[in-house]
Nanobody, 120 residues
């Protein structure tokens, strides 16, 4: 069964940093594209950052210059490095991946989310 599991969220003070991780299950052969999204209660889910298999990134204006997205296929992992965090970054963060499984089937997968709280 394909799974994505996020980790790395938590409580951080304004100006601090977090690195979110997205671990793909062993049934994933390769992560092609990945996106990180966030949702605040009462608001629509928004894209934070995405990266293609070719390394092309798309970063939301609200976080531009403060986040870095990456994929490490050797470890079946994706990452979102977030710096200079602001209270408005508080949200549940989800990873999404377009990936191939060990049977070479492609699909889109979501993690369960990790809470990020930026507060003093």
């Amino acid at each position: 069964q394909v799974q994505l599991v996020e980790s790395g969220g938590g409580l951080v003070q304004p100006g601090g940093s977090l690195r979110l991780s997205c671990a793909a299950s062993r049934s994933i052969l390769r992560i092609n594209d990945m996106g990180w999204y966030r949702r605040v209660p009462g608001k629509q889910r928004e894209l934070v950052a995405s990266i293609t298999s070719g390394g092309i990134t798309n970063i939301a204006d609200s976080v531009k210059g403060r986040v870095t997205i990456s994929i490490d296929n050797a470890k079946n992992m994706g990452y979102l490095q977030m710096d200079t965090l602001k209270p408005e970054d508080t949200a549940v963060y989800y990873c999404n991946a377009e990936a191939e499984d060990i049977d070479l089937r492609r699909g889109y997968y979501w993690g369960q989310g990790t809470q990020v709280t930026v507060s003093s």
